[in-house]
Each structure stands twice: as structure tokens, then as C-alpha cells.
């Protein structure tokens, strides 16, 4: 099962539950693809110190834009480094020059540190710490989301989404907030009125938030087996899905298709779940506390691009012109498998 998380800022989908996702799918997922607010913390940190120096005060005004003082020592610092840059090569005597280099060196060093130190606390703030580790895996692939969209001729989430909803096998990771877009049902229900999507809760874990890098590839690991079969079944339910058409009304035929491919090993791997060490001792831990659920999502080709716009990560003219191009491989009411997080809490506590 390759999962595919995307994500930029702004946008409503929220950074924390993105971090939760990704968590999960470390957990489950067969390969994971990452061009998010996620993998973007986890890249900076990891790759800091390469970063251009032009680019240190772009970051910091892309984070901190309310912040007049700093803003004011940002564009003070980058006009000096500029200016300085131009004299780096040739041979200064004057005292006064060389004094003003070394200060650019200085600020340019300050700013650097401040930087590196805020995206530490954003990192820890986030919770991602665990995390770190990871990117050395074959199984996940980080890149940097596109922030500034305009400076590029085309936009590259087209390209990205119309390859990863035409071809049928990779799994979208989406954000809790689809529920707040579009109406869905639960389980095995059904509804007379038009829904957008089917919600099959998989799995339940124990919120991860004091787990460590070293039990977390211990926990990976120790699921592999239980999942190997589940993931089988999971890409063939994908695949069968794909070949027809949503229609909330055959919601009861979905989920009975789903049942015949995929139920049981669901239920094997929330055994081995239950069972995991790490996240038994967690569990213990946090006894009737909230907890984490990962679902499957069943819709149109169409809804899963408009969760994009509605979410606001990507303007209409992209979606349109994903869905253009889809039009030419698939039909826009092609059936589509996404997953998503949520936080669930005992039932004692929602009632």
C-alpha cells in the first residue's frame, strides 16, 4: 500500500493532524510519499545548513511576517548581505568595506542561528522528533512542498494529483477536515439522501505522542506480518473499486465488496495492534483517553480532487485543470480509496 500526503501553507488542513497521519502511516504503510508542512519540518531540520543563504530570510519572512522589528533587522541584514556580496571578490583595503563584510558575516550568521533554533522548537512544538530517523528508510520519500506557486509557470500539483488519482493503485492520505467538507456515513449505515463518501474506521491505536524513533521502527516492524496480507487485500479492493463508478446508493455493495477483499486482515492487524509492545505499554498509559483512528475513505475521482480546493491548498483553476486531464484516463465518477485520522474519544466521554 503506497500512501501519498500533500499538503501546503496556507491551507485549512491542519498541521497537527497531518502529524498524525503521518505517525500512522510510518506505522502501516508499505511506502509513504511526502510533499507536505510535514516533510518540510522534518527536511529543514535534517538539511539546514545547506540551505542558500538568501533563503534564511525568506523563511523567516514567510513564518514570522507580524513581527515589524524582526522584519525591519531582516531587510536591514539582507540589503547588507547583498550589497557585500558584490564586493566578496575583489581585493577591499578600505577599513570602513571590510568592516561592513565582517557585519554581514556576523548578522548572516545570527540570522542562520536564529533560524535553525526556531524551526528546533517547531519541530518539538510538533511533536516530529520521533520521527527524525526516518528519512534515511527506502519506504519514505520527503520532498519540499512548493510554497511561493506563482513564481513557476505550472503549477506542479497538477501533474502530481493527475498522476496519483489516474493510477489507481496509490492511496491518497487526506485530512480529518473532510468531514467538515463533504457529508459522509459510517460504517455499514445507510442513508436515503446523497452522501459524498463511505467512512470504513480500519484501525485503532493509542495516541503516539510519547513514542520514541527507536520504538517506533520496533513497532513498524513488529506489524509487517499482520499488514503484508491486509495490504494484499487492500490494493485489490482498490483495484476492484476503481473499475466502478461511486454511487452512494450502492454503498451496501461497496462495503460488501470490501468485506470479501478486506475484512478480515483488517481484523488480524487490530489484533496485532492490540498486541504490539510499544503500543500496548502506551496504551496502558493513557487508559480511557483519547484515542487514534485510521479510516478508509470511498468516493468520486471528483470529490478527492475537490477536497484539494476546499481545503484550500489549491485554487479552482488547478483543480479544473487536474480533472481536464483526468478526463482523458478516467471518468471523474471513477470510484477512489483515500485514507484519513481521527481522533476518537471513549464513548462514555461523547455522550
Given at each position: 500500500?503506497?500512501?501519498?500526503?500533500l499538503?501546503?501553507?496556507?491551507?485549512?488542513?491542519e498541521?497537527?493532524?497531518?502529524v498524525?497521519?503521518?505517525y500512522?502511516n510510518?506505522?502501516?504503510?508499505e511506502t509513504i510519499?511526502?510533499?507536505?508542512?510535514?516533510?518540510?519540518?522534518?527536511?529543514?531540520n535534517?538539511?539546514?545548513?545547506?540551505?542558500?543563504?538568501?533563503?534564511?530570510f525568506?523563511?523567516?519572512r514567510?513564518?514570522?511576517?507580524?513581527?515589524?522589528?524582526?522584519?525591519?533587522?531582516?531587510?536591514?541584514?539582507?540589503?547588507?548581505?547583498?550589497?557585500?556580496?558584490k564586493?566578496?571578490?575583489r581585493?577591499?583595503t578600505?577599513?570602513?568595506?571590510l568592516?561592513?563584510?565582517?557585519?554581514?558575516?556576523?548578522?548572516?550568521?545570527?540570522?542562520?542561528?536564529?533560524?535553525?533554533?526556531?524551526?528546533?522548537?517547531?519541530?518539538?512544538?510538533?511533536?516530529?522528533?520521533?520521527?527524525?530517523g526516518?528519512?534515511?528508510?527506502?519506504?519514505?520519500?520527503?520532498s519540499y512542498?512548493?510554497?511561493?506557486l506563482k513564481?513557476?509557470?505550472?503549477?506542479?500539483?497538477?501533474?502530481?494529483?493527475?498522476?496519483?488519482v489516474?493510477?489507481?493503485?496509490?492511496?491518497?492520505?487526506?485530512?480529518?477536515?473532510?468531514?467538515?467538507?463533504?457529508t459522509?456515513?459510517?460504517g455499514?449505515a445507510?442513508?436515503?439522501?446523497?452522501?459524498?463518501?463511505?467512512?470504513?474506521?480500519?484501525?485503532?491505536f493509542?495516541?503516539?505522542?510519547?513514542?520514541?524513533?527507536a520504538?517506533?521502527?520496533?513497532?513498524?516492524?513488529?506489524?509487517?506480518?499482520a499488514?503484508?496480507?491486509?495490504?494484499f487485500?487492500?490494493?485489490?479492493?482498490?483495484l476492484?473499486?476503481?473499475?466502478?463508478?461511486?454511487?452512494?446508493?450502492?454503498?451496501?455493495?461497496?462495503?460488501?465488496?470490501?468485506?470479501?477483499?478486506?475484512?478480515?486482515?483488517?481484523?488480524?492487524?487490530?489484533?496485532?495492534?492490540?498486541?504490539?509492545?510499544y503500543?500496548?505499554q502506551?496504551?496502558?498509559?493513557t487508559?480511557?483517553?483519547?484515542?487514534?483512528?485510521y479510516?478508509?475513505?470511498i468516493?468520486?475521482?471528483a470529490?478527492?480532487?475537490?477536497?484539494?480546493?476546499?481545503?484550500?491548498?489549491?485554487e479552482?483553476?488547478?483543480?479544473?485543470?487536474?480533472?481536464?486531464r483526468?478526463g482523458?484516463?478516467?471518468?471523474?465518477?471513477?470510484?477512489?480509496?483515500?485514507?484519513?485520522?481521527?481522533?476518537?474519544?471513549?464513548?462514555?466521554?461523547q455522550?
Open positions: 500500500m503506497k500512501i501519498v500526503n499538503n501546503i501553507m496556507p491551507s485549512e488542513i498541521v497537527s493532524n497531518e498524525l497521519s503521518m500512522l510510518i506505522l502501516v504503510a510519499v511526502s510533499a507536505s508542512i510535514t516533510s518540510h519540518e522534518l527536511l529543514m535534517i538539511h539546514f545548513e545547506k540551505l542558500p543563504d538568501l533563503e534564511i525568506l523563511q523567516i514567510f513564518f514570522q511576517p507580524d513581527d515589524a522589528e524582526l522584519m525591519n533587522i531582516v531587510d536591514y541584514n539582507e540589503k547588507m548581505y547583498i550589497a557585500t556580496q564586493l566578496k571578490h581585493k577591499i578600505d577599513k570602513k568595506v568592516n561592513l563584510m565582517n557585519q554581514s558575516r556576523l548578522a548572516m550568521g545570527r540570522m542562520r542561528s536564529y533560524l535553525k533554533g526556531y524551526y528546533k522548537l517547531r519541530l518539538k512544538g510538533l511533536n516530529l522528533v520521533p520521527l527524525l526516518f528519512e534515511t528508510e527506502e519506504f519514505l520519500e520527503l512542498p512548493r510554497y511561493d513564481t513557476i509557470h505550472e503549477n506542479k500539483y497538477i501533474e502530481m494529483l493527475t498522476e496519483i489516474g493510477n489507481k493503485i496509490d492511496i491518497l492520505s487526506l485530512n480529518h477536515v473532510v468531514e467538515k467538507f463533504f459522509f456515513v459510517d455499514d445507510y442513508s436515503d439522501m446523497p452522501f459524498d463518501f463511505i467512512k470504513i474506521p480500519l484501525w485503532d493509542p495516541l503516539l505522542d510519547d513514542i520514541t524513533y520504538q517506533m521502527k520496533y513497532t513498524r516492524e513488529d506489524l509487517k506480518k499488514l503484508y496480507e491486509c495490504n487485500n487492500l490494493q485489490a479492493f482498490v476492484v473499486s476503481h473499475d466502478k463508478h461511486y454511487n452512494y446508493k450502492d454503498n451496501r455493495e461497496i462495503l460488501q465488496i470490501f468485506t470479501n477483499h478486506v475484512k478480515s486482515p483488517v481484523k488480524d492487524v487490530q489484533q496485532a495492534i492490540n498486541n504490539s509492545l503500543l500496548c502506551i496504551k496502558n498509559k487508559q480511557n483517553k483519547s484515542y487514534a483512528r479510516n478508509l475513505g468516493t468520486s475521482a470529490n478527492l480532487v475537490n477536497h484539494y480546493e476546499r481545503s484550500g491548498m489549491l479552482a483553476y488547478v483543480c479544473s485543470e487536474v480533472k481536464d483526468l482523458r484516463k478516467i471518468t471523474m465518477q471513477d470510484m477512489c480509496v483515500f485514507s484519513y485520522c481521527t481522533i476518537e474519544k471513549p464513548d462514555k466521554e455522550k
